[in-house]
């Protein structure tokens, strides 16, 4: 089962699908485009979980973009029984030392190099770069053909921007945002947004549709 039925969640369903793991019973969301997604049927808003947990759906994901609002829906899902699935496109590369968490989603042609840490809940989105020894903080978002090179951090929640480039030994903090097409050479204070080449603070405006 999963929660959220954007635009997210149709690549979700497309990566369990490919992986095979799963079989996916429906998509719970208060406010759904229509019936259905990519043919699963929406089940209903949160009201549906208690009844879907008591009729044997066993595993969960969440298929939100949102990083603070994955991190607590997935909060309430384990309270309310449920496990988090880990959803692995079978065209990524994740190295036998590499971990990835639950409730992550490791998308296509990802690669995740050795003694990578990805922390639950954590999207590798299409294409990314997460080279050796990086640590992807829970609920974090690498989007696509970002590249972060070896050795860097990226704590809870963070948002590294489409096609951008962090530096080795970078530590970006939590709840931070690197813009599209950045270049990160040096550290990333805990709630900042940077952008540009090289990357420097940004005065943004805050629009969350922009993350
Ligand atoms: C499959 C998927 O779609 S995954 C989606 C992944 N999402 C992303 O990669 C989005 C990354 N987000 C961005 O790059 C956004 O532009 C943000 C978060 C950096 C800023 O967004 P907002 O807060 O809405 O800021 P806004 O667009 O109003 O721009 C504020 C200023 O920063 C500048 N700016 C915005 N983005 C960038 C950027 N990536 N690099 C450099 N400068 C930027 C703007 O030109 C503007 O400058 P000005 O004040 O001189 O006019």
Redesign the pocket.
Known sequence: MLVGAG??AK?VIEVARAQGRFEIVGVVDPRPPGPRVLGVPVLGGDEALPRLRADGVAWAFVAL?GNALRERIGGELRAAGFRLATLVHPSAEVMPSATVGEGAVVMARVAVSAEARVDDLAIL??GAVVEHDNLIGAAA?V??LAALAGNVRVGARA?I??GSAVRPGVSVGADA?V????AVVADVPAGA?V??VPARP??????AA??
Request: charge should be positive.
């Open positions: 635009g997210h690549v973009g989105n299409t978002h989007a696509p948002l921007g489409v945002v813009g599209a097409g950045a947004t952008g540009g940004l005065r943004a405006r805050g629009g922009a993350r």
